[in-house]
């Protein structure tokens, strides 16, 4: 490991392994007998357990936020910009747990985890799921490693939305609420992307039903398009034309060399979709994005925000993207006019920024100096 890593980073982190024999009932109504979540923890919980910090996924996320696995891991976790010793959710402070969801294929109890009433993987059985569901999996992590309430609960985008949820369900464990990149509900253009890269899956001849997994193959044609798709609304155009332009990475514009001409955006989305459909299970992915889809904070509360904010008892931090178009600043201006008119404490930052959605994963100074100043507040600091 080199010593440029061991000052960035929190060095090697190993996955835990909790399981729970306890039925757990789901928002459908459907109950698991028992089920098991991975997680990572970073940091050291304190005497009286009240410098916990939750770190909730993406749509794609998992379990390893921070570090790396083995001293020849040459990636770290996907949000190690921000976690570790120093950066704003500081591990010589916070005493962080990041896990798989429930429902995830990488190490938690998911589609491709076998069902224990069949013996074989569940694949397109598995129960849907919805945002409570996880934040009620959280909980019982919470009770397994005796956190009563949390300084905080943190989420970008998808986990934006659980961290809200966790304010709602459970008002009392939890002291702040960081919603990053989010929104109350998805608008009608998110919930057509979505079901266009569930198409793309759905469509490919090797997706069999989701029936694929007991066949030992994949729709990995299928699943790397809606990989593409989505990641085409996580850029922005400034992100793309800086990053690609029209830059060519094969052919010319030759006479007759037309068929050879490949621009190097082709190349990139081409590669991001071939990666993740080497990792990421299908079923998982149509599983997440329906869950997205149906999370709508007030539906239970009349349809009215202000009137779920009010069961809230935390202070709130709200951060959004300039060029964020997937959620925009508008949405998160939604959520922050919501928790004033209930007269919860909400802090609201918008930063601007050429990355798109996915600038709340990356070390932009003014998102940084911004997150950095709430969780030393987190902290006691403010």
Known sequence: MTADRDRRSIGIVTPQLARFDKPFTLACGKVLASYELVYETYGELNADRTNAVLVCHALS???????????????????????????????????????????????????????????????????????????H??????????????AAVIGGSLGGMQAMRWALEYPERL????????AMKLSAQNLAFNELARQAIISDP??????????????????????????????????????????????????????NIE????????????????????????LMTRALDYFDLAREYD???????????????VASFSTDWRFSPARSREIVNALIAAERPVTY?????????????????RYIEAFTAYMKRVGGDG
């Open 263 to 286: 621009f190097q955006v082709q190349s990139y989305l081409r590669y991001q979709g071939s990666q993740f459909s080497g990792s990421f299970d299908a079923n998982t992915y149509i």
């Open 349 to 365: 930052t918008e930063i601007e920024a050429d990355e798109g959605h996915d600038a709340f994963l990356m070390p932009i100074p």
């Open 206 to 259: 090797a997706f069999e039903g989701g029936n694929y997994i007991y066949q030992q193959t994949t729709p990995a044609q299928g699943l790397a398009l809606a990989r593409m798709v989505g990641h085409i609304t996580y850029l922005s155009d400034e992100a793309m034309a800086n990053k690609f332009g029209r830059d060519l990475r094969s052919g010319s514009f030759e006479m007759g060399d037309e068929d």
């Open 137 to 150: 999996s959280q909980a019982r992590l919470a009770d397994r490693l005796g956190i009563d309430c949390w």
């Open 61 to 135: 996320g998992h379990h390893h936020a921070a570090g790396y696995h083995s001293e020849d891991d040459r990636k770290p976790g996907w949000w190690d910009e921000c976690i570790g010793p120093g950066k704003p959710i500081d591990t010589d402070r916070f005493f962080v747990v990041s896990l798989n969801n429930l429902g995830g294929c990488h190490g938690s109890t998911g589609p491709t985890s076998i069902n224990p009433d069949t013996g074989k993987p569940w694949g397109p059985n598995f129960p849907p799921l919805r945002a409570r569901d996880w934040v």
């Open 303 to 317: 349809h009215d925000p202000v009137k779920a904010f009010r069961h809230a008892r935390c202070s709130f931090f």
């Open 175 to 182: 002291k702040h609420c960081v919603v990053i990149a989010a």
